[in-house]
């Protein structure tokens, strides 16, 4: 492969949702550009690999653990948000980054994969990149796997400055599995966004919750975060006749419903696993959709 970039090891260290880990996520995807990342190389034979699409904050670490618990041989690759979506040139639709990052894997190589999955916004994004393919190819669309996802509901508004702003923080801290933020009191989201992030740094330091983020680090974050809402917003998922799976965090609010509703052909398949939206990446649930996704 020519352009695709191979993740960092993945040692202990690497994967615990640690400020040194966050910090060297944040460095490698801002140098690096976004685009297929390779987690896993695949052995002869093993097929197409299995495509993660990034979650609204632009990034893929999240699914180094999800990587590693993955059965040999199957290789797995990821696509980290680039330029159309963290840059400064107009923003795209949903289906036009869903089209931007199929062609990003036929740049690779790859004409389908073997299933395209995602957590949160990433399952939006591989929802429709899936629906693509099956309108776009003579091959059958590869099944979907919608890891906690939800579109965005219809009966909701836009949020406003000060919601974006705490959603992301509630975001970052939630997926680094830093409980709460009781330190960050309500003025803080009325902030211009740059005075915000530095805000929100400096009152989670005085309370010992480093991220080992700058705020400069949290600002390139937060316009991917901030653009990827609007992007979600204005997306309305279309009807799909391939396969679908969700896993449902029981204790999350996303709702298969709306996905069900989108089933043109097959059953959508729900499988519902232990604690939140945050901890289905985690062990000990991060295995359960592992074995949920090397069973498809």
Known sequence: MSGARTAPPTGAEALSPTKRALLELMRSRRAAGGGVVVLRDGEPGAGDPLVLVHPIGGGVFCYAELGRRLPPGRAVWAIAADGLLDGAGPEPTLAELARHYRELLASEGLRTPAAVAGW?????????????????????????????????????????????????????????????????????????????????????????????????????????????????????????????????????????????ALADGPDLAVVTVPGDHFGVLRDPVVRRVAATLAAI
């Open 120 to 260: 949160s916004f990433g399952g939006v994004v591989a929802h429709e990149m899936a629906r693509q393919w099956s309108a776009g190819t003579d091959r059958p669309a590869p099944p979907v796997v919608l890891i906690d996802s939800a579109p965005w509901p219809e009966e909701a508004g836009a949020w406003t400055p000060a919601e974006t702003l705490r959603a992301f923080v509630e975001d970052l801290l939630g997926w680094s599995g830093t409980e709460g933020h009781p330190a960050l009191t309500a003025s803080t989201w009325e902030l211009p966004a740059v005075d915000a992030l530095a805000s929100t740094v400096s009152q989670l330091r005085l309370n010992g919750r480093d991220l080992g983020l700058s705020p400069a680090d949290l600002h390139v974050k937060y316009r991917v975060f901030e653009r990827a809402t609007r992007v979600m917003r204005a997306h309305r998922p279309a009807r799909h006749t391939g396969p679908v799976t969700m896993i449902r965090a029981a204790d999350s609010p996303a709702d298969p419903e709306p996905w069900a």
